[in-house]
């Protein structure tokens, strides 16, 4: 999650406000950020379902205590939140990143081609 707010978050912002320039960018394409938190996105989805086939799907056995069902509980919810927000990250705004990421060089190719001289050093 601290690559996500201090790396990808920003980068996001910077590019919806259009103060982005893609050739000052640390990290190359905004999609190797998002090739990473994609990545741990699979690692944490793995290990949740990992604990749920432990935990027979987070159901607890009938004398079990009652903290022991509150973590049940606990970690069924996690689970649940974890779905929806690697959903939102990888289908909206990992896309919408990637669009404005496209955008932001083409128009950055458009300046540079719009503002370099001509073959005979004439400006456009």
Same mark, same amino acid.
């Given at each position: 999650m601290r690559k996500e707010e201090t790396v990808l978050f920003p980068l996001c912002r910077q590019m919806e406000q259009g103060t982005f320039n893609p050739a000052e960018s640390h990290c190359g394409s905004v999609q190797n950020p998002i090739r990473v938190m994609m990545s741990e996105h699979d690692d944490a989805g793995e290990? %949740?379902? *990992?604990?749920? *086939?432990l935990t027979d799907?987070?159901?607890p056995s009938a004398d079990a205590c009652n903290t022991y069902r509150a973590m049940l /509980?606990? %970690?069924?919810? %996690? @689970? @649940? /939140?974890?779905? *929806?927000?690697?959903?939102k990250e990888n289908n909206i705004l990992f896309r919408r990143a990637v669009t404005f990421w496209e955008r932001g060089k083409i128009s950055t190719a458009v300046d540079a081609t719009l503002h370099a001289p001509l073959s005979d050093g004439a400006k456009r």
């Open positions: 290990a %949740l379902e *990992q604990i749920a *086939q799907n987070f159901t /509980d606990g %970690l069924a919810h %996690l @689970r @649940r /939140d974890m779905h *929806q927000h690697v959903h």
